[in-house]
Nanobody, 118 residues
């Protein structure tokens, strides 16, 4: 069982920056691919950042160049650095972990609200 706890959300003006963190429990963190998703009010949840166990990253065009995902296996944490934030980045951001040995094993954090004012 893995528990994920996000932190770092808040209110920021357009053009500002925020750094989200996700702390994972357990000893399997380094064997899990990690993701950040977001869900805006009334919209579907969307993937915004991926980091694999090998450290490979991927982003959709909507955040590429503005968001950076990183992980620290020694501390069991994954972070999302967000710069040049836009009002359309406003959403609840969720940390997600997927086991590399079983794709059906996935875990979600409780989410953290990010609000970008114009």
């Amino acid at each position: 069982q893995v528990q994920l706890v996000e932190s770092g959300g808040g209110l920021v003006q357009a053009g500002g920056s925020l750094r989200l963190s996700c702390a994972a429990s357990g000893s399997a963190f380094s064997f899990m691919n990690m993701y950040w998703y977001r869900q805006a009010s009334g919209k579907q949840r969307e993937l915004v950042a991926t980091i694999t166990v090998a450290g490979n990253t991927n982003y959709p065009d909507s955040v590429k160049g503005r968001f950076t995902i990183s992980r620290d296996n020694a501390k069991n944490t994954v972070s999302l650095q967000m710069i040049a934030l836009k009002p359309e980045d406003t959403a609840v951001y969720y940390c997600n972990a997927k086991a590399t040995w079983d794709p059906n094993l996935l875990y979600w954090g409780q989410g953290t609200q990010v609000t970008v004012s114009s």
